[in-house]
């Protein structure tokens, strides 16, 4: 690798790191409200959240303010590599799936997009497992959490690192990923391309941020049943002691035949919430980070 190479590498993965801490300060309590959301069985259960603002109500009474940032900690280290991963590897991926075109196309976007999402998921999946686990525990306020470095000591030491500890829920992940990345950069820069840019800065600014806000949304529109079902196989199982949420698609199908279809979009607004304005917030971030980076170092 040339020095070139390597500086723009660094710089990539900065602008990236940059925008997960960003993005993960702002939106974590919607995160935290999806995945409550999202490991709730039936409604008819009597602990079960209402709606959206019963979460929050529910959350701030009996937990605390705080409690919305069960989970931060691994959270910040899963979005902050994520991010890192998701960005350097989509430009890398970019200059790889040309198809012999002298520039970047459709397909371009969307195979660079899906392989950038596989290859993040391989990566902070471990960490997803520590946070969903965090943020499903109703019964103790922040202060009184074990620490996510203890939780996956012990998640490691009585499940290993295979499938059934901090890799569980890989394929689910990998689903998540892959269509969220493949969804959001390939209509991102598409779009991008056929809306002409505007010389005002601040117009500038808002043309990126309402594809972004587009992007993210449609993202999640199609991402969210892989979602769901990595909640369900991560977070806590209905019966103590008994596994009944293993496989990705097995799991989509026990949701959608005990449950119906719309349990498979379950925190749909907590999530659209944190990805839609997010998805527009971590694309602008990058982007003006690495700018700025290009330019000064």
């Excluded at 002298?102 to 902070?124: K, Q």
């Excluded at 493949?182 to 941020?209: D, M, T």
Aim: positive net charge; hydrophobic residues 45%.
């Amino acid at each position: 690798m040339t020095a070139n190479k390597a500086r723009e590498a660094a710089q990539q993965m900065t602008a990236g790191a940059l925008t997960g801490i960003v993005e993960v300060s702002l939106m974590q309590p919607l995160d935290l409200i999806k995945t409550r959301f999202q490991i709730q069985g039936s409604t008819n259960d009597p602990t079960a959240y209402k709606s959206l603002a019963d979460c929050f109500r529910t959350i701030y009474r009996l937990e605390g303010i705080t409690s919305f940032y069960k989970g931060i900690l691994p959270a910040i280290l899963a979005e902050t590599s994520k991010r890192a991963v998701r960005f350097f590897t989509f430009e890398q991926y970019k200059n790889i799936f040309l198809f012999g075109a002298a520039e970047p196309n459709v397909l371009t976007f969307i195979t660079a997009g899906l392989g950038s999402g596989l290859t993040e998921a391989f990566i902070i999946n471990p960490l997803e497992v520590v946070k969903v686990k965090l943020q499903a525990e109703r019964a103790t306020i922040l202060a009184e959490q074990q620490s996510a470095f203890t939780v996956a000591r012990i998640i490691a030491r009585e499940h290993s690192l295979g499938l059934k500890g901090l890799n569980k829920g890989l394929t689910a992940t990998l689903g998540r990923h892959g269509a969220f990345n493949c969804v959001y950069f390939s209509f991102y820069h598409s779009v991008k391309g056929w809306i002409p840019a505007a010389e005002n800065s601040k117009l500038e600014f808002c043309r990126r941020f309402a594809i972004g806000l587009v992007s993210g949304t449609l993202a999640t529109m199609i991402n969210i049943p892989f979602d769901v079902a990595k909640s369900r196989i991560q977070g806590p199982q209905p019966v103590h002691g008994e596994v009944k949420y293993r496989a990705c698609f097995k799991t989509m199908a026990t949701i959608y035949r005990e449950e119906g279809f719309f349990a498979l979009y379950k925190g749909f607004i907590p999530k659209v919430m944190r990805l839609g304005p997010g998805g527009a917030i971590a694309m602008l971030v990058f982007e003006y980070s690495y700018e700025w980076l290009k330019k000064n170092t």
